[in-house]
């Protein structure tokens, strides 16, 4: 079984363009989760799906990040305009639930650079 | 607020050695812990949260709540345990996000 993809897997771009990045969970997961890790930073939670709906996106740093999960399949986050402290590694996680036990499983990784 | 604390950002340790690896956290309810290990041009993974008491690769946690603390620890040492380990939180009966510590790299010396 296919996990969670990740598309690109790297992405170079000026300050001030608009990148969007593209997570495909394990099929069958409702919860799909976006989080990243900026240089010397801990990974950090940007927002969390369930099927087409935020739970939470308590994480998300500006109105710069626009993430949808239309149909409640393949997510999307949209940076738009893109800063030089928008550079860092973004990771999707999914699961099946949600609760105590649930085990959250990670894509590999967008790495975004923003020069 | 809740936090995750490793404080090494590398740990070298011999093969055959034992390893451990400290995370500290702070949370006022009953939290769920977890590690979770990247291997080298892997992803992350999740290695074993506490609630299942188990050992997954030699390697045990055990929650401390007077302590605050859910340390890795390992007897034995192998130079393929080499990777980042991250210690991270999720609280209950709340939501669902998973706060991470830092990572510890652990580098096995043959």
């Known amino acids: 079984e296919a996990g969670v993809t990740q598309f690109p897997s790297h992405s170079v771009i000026e300050k001030g363009q608009t990148v969007t990045l593209r997570c495909d969970p394990i099929?069958?997961?409702?919860?799909l989760y976006w989080y990243r890790r900026v240089m010397g930073k801990e990974i950090k939670f940007l927002l969390h799906?369930?099927?087409?709906?935020?739970?939470?996106e308590s994480g998300m740093p500006n109105n710069r990040f626009l993430a949808e999960r239309t149909g409640g399949t393949y997510s999307t986050l949209k940076v738009q305009p893109a800063e030089l402290e928008d550079s860092g590694v973004y990771f999707c996680?999914?699961?099946?639930?949600?609760?105590?036990?649930?085990?959250?499983?990670f894509g590999p990784g967008t790495r975004l650079t923003v020069l | 607020a809740q936090r995750v604390t490793q404080p090494e950002k590398l740990l070298s340790v011999f093969k055959g050695a034992p390893v451990e690896l400290k995370c500290n956290y702070s949370?006022?309810?009953?939290?769920?812990l977890f590690w979770y290990v990247q291997y080298s041009r892997q992803r992350l993974q999740l290695l074993l949260r506490?609630?299942s008491r188990e050992s997954i690769k030699g390697f045990t946690a055990d929650l401390n709540k007077g302590e605050t603390s859910f340390h890795l620890k390992k007897p034995f040492a192998q130079e393929e345990d080499s990777a980042m380990y991250y210690c991270?939180?999720?609280?209950?009966?709340?939501?669902?996000?998973?706060?991470f510590g830092k990572g510890t790299r652990l580098h096995i010396l043959p």
């Open positions: 099929s069958g997961h409702d919860n």
């Open positions: 506490h609630i």
């Open positions: 799906f369930v099927k087409e709906s935020k739970q939470d």
């Open positions: 991270a939180l999720r609280q209950s009966n709340r939501d669902d996000k998973i706060i």
């Open positions: 996680a999914s699961s099946q639930g949600s609760g105590r036990g649930d085990t959250q499983y």
């Open positions: 949370y006022s309810g009953s939290p769920e």
